[in-house]
């Protein structure tokens, strides 16, 4: 089974924590972890009711940090409609979306939950593998964050054991970069390549490669250049990296 972690970042109302805590425990779910959080007092603790346990064992870490210790990360908002015409333009998955994609796959999966007043930014939500959105009524379409966090863990709630070991955040980092070495080689058009390297990460980050999969995808990109650079000869083993080991 996957950990999953609730991720509120720089959330502003401790009462917000508090109720989160405690719809996170409603469902089975205790890693809690905020970014940046304001001063606790007497009233998150209230609000959590009995799972103060959560709160209490809630981890404070930087966003840089919860990128690299996460296999995945999902970015949630209520902001479908406005930032459904970005040029990133990511799929939206609903919960129940979500939890299909999730449910084989075994390693930390962090589901961040944005600031009260305006959400996640554009740039943390591209930084996230998967954007997750609640279908809510088009009328009054932002929820509540502890509300939102209650219905994705209602749904991600009793995850299967995962059989596929994904790749981490590092390894992903690292085959994105191999991929735009890979464009350099090729030449592709350099006014392009910023937007296909993103088009490149958005697909292979939606698709939860495991650690194999994406050592193979280096294989195949590290023999393309070999050959790129050495027409008509056959590939050399002694080349291959660390990357292509289990290929
Ligand atoms: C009050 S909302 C932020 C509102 C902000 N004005 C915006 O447009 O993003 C706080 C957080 O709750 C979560 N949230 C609210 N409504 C949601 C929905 N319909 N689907 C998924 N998450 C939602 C998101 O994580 C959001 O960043």
Same mark, same amino acid.
């Given at each position: 089974? @996957?950990?999953?972690?609730i991720?509120?970042?720089? @959330?502003? /109302?401790?009462?917000?924590i508090?109720?989160?805590?405690r &719809?996170? =425990?409603?469902?089975?779910?205790h890693?809690? &972890?905020?970014?940046n959080? @304001?001063?606790?007092?007497?009233?998150?603790?209230?609000?959590?009711?009995?799972?103060?346990?959560?709160?209490?064992s809630?981890? &404070?870490?930087?966003?840089?940090e919860?990128?690299?210790?996460?296999?995945?990360?999902?970015?949630?908002?209520?902001?479908?409609?406005?930032s459904v015409?970005?040029?990133?333009?990511?799929?939206?998955?609903?919960?129940?979306?979500?939890?299909?994609? !999730?449910?084989?796959?075994?390693?930390? !999966?962090?589901?961040?939950?944005?600031?009260?007043?305006w959400?996640?930014?554009?740039?943390?939500?591209?930084?996230c593998? !998967?954007?997750?959105? !609640?279908?809510?009524?088009? %009328? /009054?379409?932002?929820?509540?964050?502890?509300?939102?966090i209650?219905?994705?863990? /209602?749904?991600?709630?009793? *995850?299967p054991?995962?059989?596929?070991?994904?790749?981490?955040? &590092?390894?992903?980092?690292?085959?994105?970069a191999?991929?735009?070495?890979?464009?350099?080689g090729?030449s592709? @058009?350099?006014?392009?390549r910023?937007?296909t390297?993103?088009?490149?990460?958005?697909? *292979?980050g939606r698709?939860?490669? +495991?650690?194999? %999969?994406a050592?193979?995808?280096?294989?195949?990109l590290r023999? +393309? %250049? $070999?050959?790129? =650079?050495?027409?008509?000869?056959? /590939?050399?083993? =002694?080349?291959?990296?660390? $990357?292509?080991?289990?290929?």
């Amino acid at each position: 089974m @996957p950990q999953v972690d609730i991720v509120l970042v720089e @959330p502003l /109302y401790e009462g917000n924590i508090g109720f989160a805590a405690r &719809v996170m =425990k409603n469902f089975g779910f205790h890693n809690m &972890v905020l970014v940046n959080p @304001p001063k606790m007092t007497m009233e998150a603790t209230a609000r959590a009711s009995h799972a103060k346990d959560v709160l209490e064992s809630a981890e &404070v870490l930087t966003l840089e940090e919860v990128f690299r210790r996460s296999d995945l990360a999902v970015a949630t908002t209520g902001g479908l409609a406005k930032s459904v015409s970005h040029p990133m333009r990511m799929p939206y998955y609903s919960p129940p979306e979500l939890r299909e994609m !999730i449910k084989n796959v075994d390693g930390r !999966i962090s589901i961040l939950f944005g600031r009260e007043n305006w959400g996640l930014n554009n740039e943390e939500i591209a930084r996230c593998d !998967i954007v997750a959105t !609640i279908p809510t009524s088009a %009328e /009054y379409p932002v929820m509540n964050i502890s509300h939102a966090i209650g219905v994705v863990c /209602y749904e991600l709630a009793h *995850l299967p054991r995962g059989e596929y070991l994904l790749a981490n955040k &590092v390894e992903m980092d690292a085959l994105y970069a191999h991929f735009a070495r890979f464009l350099e080689g090729i030449s592709h @058009p350099i006014e392009k390549r910023e937007t296909t390297l993103l088009l490149a990460k958005r697909v *292979l980050g939606r698709t939860n490669l +495991t650690v194999r %999969e994406a050592s193979t995808i280096h294989g195949v990109l590290r023999r +393309t %250049e $070999w050959h790129l =650079k050495h027409p008509g000869m056959a /590939y050399e083993e =002694k080349s291959r990296e660390h $990357w292509d080991e289990e290929e």
